[in-house]
């Protein structure tokens, strides 16, 4: 059964900061992984999701990297503002064959306060 | 220009009642999603569906059950409302195995 951990569960710092965001997951055999920001009393917001063939993904000031052998994720926000304060979640996708339809397993998250 | 839409945002109800909760997408995507979030705010998939197959979580009791009308609709049905339903839910679709979207979620609170 997979299980996904995220490291740390709350981290607080100051704007500017650089920071990293840890996720693991116990089975290698994925087929993708998704970092998703929610904000307090809403919806998901999918960031970066990266293929299970892939090294790392890029979007703005965000980098996603996936080792997947490892069973490892990190999500790496730099210069950081108070508007990326929010939960992020990692999430995988069960590899499969063939075809037909499954949902991510998430991690409990990282609630992120970045102070002004 | 909503991607993933549920109605209602929020549903108060007593125990015992049956509702539904509705998930349309307008993204083109062909396999929909229901995932519950619990109030220590961890989320599980409940289902998955594409036109062809249903996925259920081993652990969904068998008083949900998803309706799909269309490839665009995916609604979530649940009979015999018990205190332990009280939980955020949340719809997703995707193409196949790409980016899932989420929709805004909906409040359900069983008294």
């Known amino acids: 059964k997979q299980e996904v951990t995220q490291i740390p569960a709350a981290l607080s710092v100051p704007e500017g900061e650089n920071l990293v965001l840890n996720c693991s997951f116990t089975?290698?055999?994925?087929?993708?992984l998704q970092w998703f920001r929610q904000d307090p009393g809403k919806g998901l917001t999918s960031l970066l999701l990266?293929?299970?063939?892939?090294r790392e993904q890029t979007s703005g000031r965000l980098n996603a990297s996936l080792d997947k052998s490892s069973g490892r994720s990190t999500l790496y926000i730099a210069a950081s503002q108070p508007g990326d304060s929010a939960t992020y979640l990692c999430a995988v996708r069960p590899g499969y064959s063939g075809g037909g339809a499954d949902g991510l397993t998430f991690g409990k998250g990282t609630h992120l306060i970045i102070q002004p | 220009d909503t991607a993933v839409s549920q109605t209602p945002k929020y549903l108060v109800t007593q125990m015992g009642n049956d509702k539904s909760i509705k998930c349309e997408q307008n993204?083109?995507?062909?396999?929909m999603y229901w995932y519950k979030q619990d109030s220590k705010k961890f989320l599980k998939i409940m289902f998955s569906?594409?036109?062809?197959?249903?996925?259920i979580n081993e652990t969904v009791p068998n008083r949900f059950s998803p309706k799909s009308p269309d490839k665009a609709h995916l609604n979530l049905h649940i009979n015999s409302l018990e205190l332990g339903d009280s939980a955020v839910y949340f719809c997703?679709?995707?193409?196949?195995?790409?980016?899932?979207?989420f929709g805004p979620g909906t409040r359900l609170l069983v008294l």
């Open positions: 990266i293929q299970s063939s892939q």
């Open positions: 997703a679709s995707s193409r196949r195995s790409g980016t899932q979207y």
């Open positions: 089975d290698s055999a994925i087929y993708n």
């Open positions: 569906y594409n036109n062809k197959e249903l996925i």
């Open positions: 993204l083109g995507h062909d396999t």
